[in-house]
């Protein structure tokens, strides 16, 4: 079986970028304002001004990226809960997984996604969320997650 991978699109956004969307908002709409109150094209200037900022911000927008967040693989589950600098994964190996569920905001479960069941070491029984965005994801992620459960199993159970 083949590894399964989950995307999420992520952008990089700054404070920066919009406080530079309002500054670029006032300047049009005080230019608009002024230009009628004063039946004068002086005050278009700040108009022109607010529209080159914007229209050089909508040009220079952060591109969209999709980062696997969830990847089902032989050597188990891999959730990446932060992106960036300060990313944080866990991994659950098949070994330390008891059971599998899935949770679906269809039947009004919230978060949807993965429940595993771990059988750690201290950790046996405890219930594990990971939340997933949408619902075929989250179906097609538990399908994916229980074939190689079994497979492992099976291995195990060959094993010993």
């Known amino acids: 079986m083949e590894q399964v991978a989950f995307e999420a699109p992520t952008s990089e956004s700054s404070a920066s970028r919009a406080l530079a969307y309002v500054v670029a908002l006032i300047l049009v709409i005080s230019g608009i304002v002024l230009t009628f109150r004063r039946a004068s094209l002086s005050p278009a200037i700040a108009t022109a001004t607010g529209l080159l900022l914007y ?71 405890v219930n594990i969320n990971l939340p997933i965005c949408s619902h075929n994801d989250s179906l097609s992620a538990f399908s994916a997650a229980s074939k190689w459960l079994s497979t492992h199993e099976v291995e195990a159970e060959a094993e010993a």
């Open 55 to 125: 229209v050089w911000l909508f040009r220079t927008q952060p591109q969209v990226k999709y980062i696997q967040y969830l990847i089902i693989a032989e050597g188990g589950i891999t959730y990446i809960h932060e992106f960036g600098a300060s990313a944080r994964r866990s991994h659950y190996g098949w070994s330390d997984i008891q059971d599998l569920s899935v949770l679906l905001a269809s039947k009004g479960e919230e978060p949807q996604g993965l429940v595993l069941k771990l059988k750690r070491k201290g950790l046996s029984g």
